[in-house]
């Protein structure tokens, strides 16, 4: 018995992964948010429904891992008409393809505060690999007892990659919308 007590602590030293915590995602202190070039301007937006989680131990990065899913009909720009465009057949066609995932393959990097979030992100059905530039924010108790870990990540994609192609020619010059949209999320997560 005590062999397997010793082999046990071993095993559990090195593989430290095992040590990492599960963390849902608390939507109610998380924000996914977008910009994209519109005109002259840019015009943000969000997305106001969506779940997941992370993994994560501040002593060893290599365990790091998350998923999330966002439900597409919730994106919100703060105009009804541009909404429901958003939400149709031109761009996220939310009766056929209704959710937005991302995967994570691997961290790298890790810098202090800083590290780089690889993974998947599907949109409109297409799925591409994607980096996100990753921010620590800090890990710890609540008021209530609750262990809570935060980040901020941040990337930039190509639209018409994802199958988003819609626009229109200006008079002017130019198309109404840009094909980069910048994406921010600002994720916390509760300890489960």
């Known amino acids: 018995m005590k062999r397997i007590l010793i082999a046990a602590a071993l095993l559990a030293a ?66 009804d008409k541009r909404d429901a465009h958003l939400r149709g057949a031109d761009f996220f066609d939310v009766a056929k393809l209704p959710t937005l995932s991302f995967v994570s393959t691997k961290v790298s990097g890790l810098n202090g505060d800083k590290a780089k979030l690889a993974g998947n992100l599907t949109i409109h059905g297409v799925t591409k690999p994607v980096v996100l530039d990753l921010e620590i924010l800090g890990a710890g108790k609540d008021p209530w007892g609750n262990q809570r870990a935060s980040f901020t990540a941040t990337t930039k994609i190509d639209r018409k990659e994802y199958g988003l192609t819609w626009n229109e020619t200006l008079e002017t010059g130019g198309v109404l919308v840009g094909e980069e949209v910048e994406i921010t999320l600002e994720i916390e997560g509760i300890q489960q």
Not at 51 to 78: C, V
């Open 14 to 79: 090195v593989l430290p992964s095992a040590q990492a915590a599960t963390y849902k995602i608390d939507a109610s202190h998380s924000s996914v948010l977008f910009k994209v070039r519109h005109l002259i301007g840019k015009v943000s937006g969000r997305f106001d429904k969506f779940e997941g989680s992370f993994n994560y131990d501040p002593k060893d990065a290599k365990s790091w891992k998350t998923s999330a899913t966002i439900d597409a009909s919730s994106i919100n720009t703060n105009m």
